[in-house]
C-alpha cells in the first residue's frame, strides 16, 4: 500500500509519542479486515496496542492512502451507555449506520462516561480526535496525578 502523509501531521503524530509505522500498520488490518468507519473518503480505524487504543485517521486517493491524523488514548473502552443519533459514518464491517452516543470509559480504577461514536449492534466504540487528543489526554494526567 502506498501512503502519502504531509511532514506536519507526521510530526503531529510523533509528538503524541506514536510511530508512523504502528499508523500504516493498523490501517493497513483495518483494510484487509474492514474492521474501520467510513464517512465519505474519510476513514477511522483503530487498534488496541498494549495498554492503549491507538486510531488511524486517514483517507483514499487515486489508489493511495493518505493519512490525515493519529492520536490515542490509554482508557479502557467499556460498554455503551447510550445512543442518540445517526451520523454520516458507516462501521464498514457489518454495515451498520454508526450513532452518537456514550462510552464507558475506565482507567486507573475510575469510569466515566465519554461522548463517541457507536456502533450498538456490535458494541464498537470510536472517540475522535478532538476528545481523545485533549479532553481524554488531560483526565489521563489528571488521574495519574492524583494516583501518584
Not at 504531509?6 to 493498523?26: F, N, P, Q, Y
Request: hydrophobic residues 40%; glycine residues 6%; positive net charge.
Amino acid at each position: 500500500m502506498d501512503f502519502l502523509i504531509s511532514d506536519e501531521v507526521k510530526k503531529t503524530i510523533e509528538s503524541r509519542a506514536l510511530k508512523v509505522d504502528d499508523i500504516k500498520k493498523i490501517i493497513d488490518g483495518a483494510e484487509a479486515s474492514k474492521d474501520k468507519i467510513t464517512n465519505g473518503s474519510k476513514c477511522l480505524a483503530k487498534k488496541q496496542m498494549g495498554d492503549v487504543v491507538v486510531y488511524a485517521d486517514y483517507s483514499a486517493e487515486d489508489g493511495k492512502i493518505r493519512i490525515n491524523s493519529g492520536y490515542a488514548h490509554k482508557m479502557k473502552i467499556l460498554d455503551i451507555v447510550m445512543d442518540t443519533a445517526d451520523t454520516e459514518w458507516t462501521y464498514v464491517k457489518n454495515g451498520a449506520k454508526v450513532r452518537k452516543g456514550h462510552t464507558n470509559l475506565s482507567y486507573l480504577g475510575a469510569t466515566r462516561s465519554a461522548p463517541s461514536l457507536v456502533d450498538p449492534k456490535s458494541g464498537e466504540s470510536w472517540l475522535e480526535e478532538y476528545l481523545a487528543a485533549k479532553t481524554i489526554a488531560v483526565a489521563e494526567m489528571l488521574f495519574s496525578q492524583k494516583r501518584a
